[in-house]
Antibody, heavy 119, light 107 residues
Framework: EVQLVESGGRLVRPGGSLRLSCAAS????????MSWVRQAPGKGLEWVSG????????GYTDSVKGRFTISRDNAKNSLYLQMNSLRAEDTALYHC????????????WGPGTLVTVSS | DIQMTQSPSSLSASVGDRVSITCRAS??????LNWYQQKPGKAPKLLIY???SLQSGVPSRFSGSGSGTDFILTIGSLQSEDFATYYC?????????FGQGTKLEIK
């Protein structure tokens, strides 16, 4: 069974930093691209960042470019999101999601980890 | 960025009803359109990918159609477990944008 479990979310001050982690199990991690998708409280879904199976290519939504960095460690079956210069509008539940093999859809999701940016 | 607009934003229906949700893209996305279901407090679940391909394990009462800019998710006969929020998502080009969601409620 595919399992994705996020961790690292907490309350942080504006301008602060945070590193999210996603532990993957139940599938061959380095066969799949991965992404982070966030959901602000009571709002819809927003793709944040993605990374290819090898880590050789990454992408970001404009609002986080230059502030967030996605990475992965295939030996540890783990995905990461380094978040710097955090803003109030980054407050959200951050989901780790597995990209489908054929296209950029998300066929498995973790329950999410909550990031709250507030003074 | 490609804007995805769903209609309606909310919908009331009864068990056994056939319902449709529309998703419109701000530019052509070919068939790169996916649908998700989300229940309160849970992660989204992939229902349909590439416009009309049913994800493994998803009941056949769910179907998708469309191409270009206009897409439809149809639920053939609503079951109680189908009351949830539905999102479309384009996978044509980054950033991979979602619709605002359609909340399906029990009438």
């Amino acid at each position: 069974e595919v399992q994705l479990v996020e961790s690292g979310g907490r309350l942080v001050r504006p301008g602060g930093s945070l590193r999210l982690s996603c532990a993957a199990s139940g599938f061959t991690f380095d066969d799949y691209g991965m992404s982070w998708v966030r959901q602000a409280p009571g709002k819809g879904l927003e793709w944040v960042s993605g990374i290819t199976w090898s880590g050789g290519s990454t992408g970001y939504t404009d609002s986080v470019k230059g502030r967030f960095t996605i990475s992965r460690d295939n030996a540890k079956n783990s995905l990461y999101l380094q978040m710097n210069s955090l803003r109030a509008e980054d407050t959200a539940l951050y989901h780790c999601a597995r990209r489908g093999l054929g296209d950029y859809y998300f066929d498995s999701w973790g329950p999410g980890t909550l990031v709250t940016v507030s003074s | 960025d490609i804007q995805m607009t769903q209609s309606p934003s909310s919908l009331s229906a009864s068990v056994g009803d056939r319902v449709s949700i529309t998703c419109r893209a701000s530019q052509s996305i070919s068939s790169y359109l996916n649908w998700y279901q989300q229940k309160p407090g849970k992660a989204p679940k992939l229902l349909i990918y590439s416009t009309s391909s049913l994800q493994s394990g998803v009941p056949s009462r769910f179907s998708g159609s469309g191409s270009g800019t206009d897409f439809i998710l149809t639920i053939g006969s609503l079951q109680s477990e189908d009351f949830a929020t539905y999102y479309c998502q384009q996978s044509f080009i980054t950033p991979y944008t979602f619709g605002q969601g359609t909340k399906l409620e029990i009438k």
